[in-house]
T-cell receptor, first 112, second 114 residues
Framework: EPEVTQTPSHQVTQMGQEVILRCVPI?????FYWYRQILGQKVEFLVS????????KSEIFDDQFSVERPDGSNFTLKIRSTKLEDSAMYFC??????????FGAGTRLSVL | GQQVMQIPQYQHVQEGEDFTTYCNSS?????IQWYKQRPGGHPVFLIQ?????EVKKQKRLTFQFGEAKKNSSLHITATQTTDVGTYFC??????????????FGQGTILTVHP
């Protein structure tokens, strides 16, 4: 069964550093998403991406965040200058024509 | 903005007992989806409900979507230890230009004692 893959599984970084989280969505999917989940809390929407541009973003997705689809397969989330409160699990999701989002296993980001 | 509330936050049951989690949205939804997240895992899609009053079953799981498309429930009959995890509802907003953004409830953590 096709799946969304995310790398790395765990990223440790120092506050103020830039991080790039990578995702390979399911190959024929057209809509891509990033969500985050702070430990013990609910999953929160960050951004959606369609047709090579951001279609919607949440209040969390401020100027420190950016997304990119640099080639036909990867979908990245960049955090320019990480803060302690950015520590969370970051999930990438993709969907095709059916309105079902498939989530990757996530990247655990730890900001020290 | 849209808010999705889910209760209870925790549910502890004995194996064989039933379990229900409830979801309420502050606004009318175009659809509601249910996900299961095992401890340390990622959300796994269970089902999508689209129609007002819709009821769907998956083996021991029964999902309902309210007539007003603002609430939903998941009922598990005769729980098993494999049902352990967090169950999230996630609402898709009605109207606007949303590209499938999901608003998740807080989740119900289910533990099943053998």
């Amino acid at each position: 069964e096709p799946e969304v893959t995310q790398t790395p599984s765990h990223q440790v970084t120092q506050m103020g550093q830039e991080v790039i989280l990578r995702c390979v969505p399911i190959s024929n999917h057209l809509y891509f998403y990033w969500y985050r989940q702070i430990l013990g809390q609910k999953v929160e929407f960050l951004v959606s991406f369609y047709n090579n541009e951001i279609s919607e973003k949440s209040e969390i997705f401020d100027d420190q965040f950016s997304v990119e689809r640099p080639d036909g397969s990867n979908f990245t989330l960049k955090i320019r200058s990480t803060k302690l409160e950015d520590s969370a699990m970051y999930f990438c999701a993709s969907r095709g024509y059916k309105n079902i989002q498939y989530f990757g296993a996530g990247t655990r980001l730890s900001v020290l | 903005g849209q808010q999705v509330m889910q209760i209870p936050q925790y549910q502890h049951v004995q194996e064989g007992e039933d379990f229900t989690t409830y979801c309420n949205s502050s606004t009318t939804l175009s659809n509601i989806q249910w996900y299961k997240q095992r401890p340390g895992g990622h959300p796994v899609f269970l089902i999508q409900l689209v129609k007002s009053g819709e009821v769907k079953k998956q083996k021991r799981l029964t999902f309902q979507f309210g007539e007003a498309k603002k609430n939903s429930s998941l009922h598990i009959t005769a729980t098993q230890t494999t049902d352990v995890g967090t169950y999230f509802c996630a609402g898709g907003p009605r109207g606007g230009t949303s590209y499938g953004k999901l608003t998740f409830g807080q989740g119900t953590i289910l533990t099943v004692h053998p």
